[in-house]
């Protein structure tokens, strides 16, 4: 079992910045890819942005640019630095980690992000 604990999120105006950060604990071993999905009002959840353990990132084309997620890989911490914000953006993200040596994915409880002027 792996652990999750996110913190950061909040109410922003359009154009602010936000830093959202998670924490795994537990069954960590052969964790490889770390990431952000957000699920806002009546949408399906979607991919933000990831991280593998080498480094190699991914983005959502609506956040490139803008959005910027960094991992530590010693202290088992993913970060997503948010500027620029929009109020499309408003949305519960939720922290995932992957593990590949069993091929299972954890999920956070999600934050709130609201984006209002």
């Known amino acids: 079992q792996v652990q999750l604990v996110e913190s950061g999120g909040g109410l922003v105006q359009p154009g602010g910045s936000l830093r959202l950060s998670c924490a795994a604990s537990?069954?960590?071993?052969?964790?490889?890819?770390m990431g952000w999905y957000r699920r806002a009002p009546g949408k399906q959840r979607e991919l933000v942005a990831a991280?593998?353990?080498?480094?190699?990132?991914n983005y959502a084309d609506s956040v490139k640019g803008r959005f910027t997620i960094s991992r530590d890989n010693a202290k088992n911490t993913v970060s997503l630095q948010m500027n620029s914000l929009k109020p499309e953006d408003t949305a519960v993200y939720y922290c995932?980690?992957?593990?590949?040596?069993?091929?299972?994915?954890?999920w956070g409880r999600g934050t709130q992000v609201t984006v209002s002027s």
């Open positions: 995932n980690v992957h593990r590949g040596f069993w091929n299972d994915d954890y």
């Open positions: 537990g069954s960590i071993f052969s964790i490889n890819t």
């Open positions: 991280i593998t353990s080498g480094g190699s990132t």
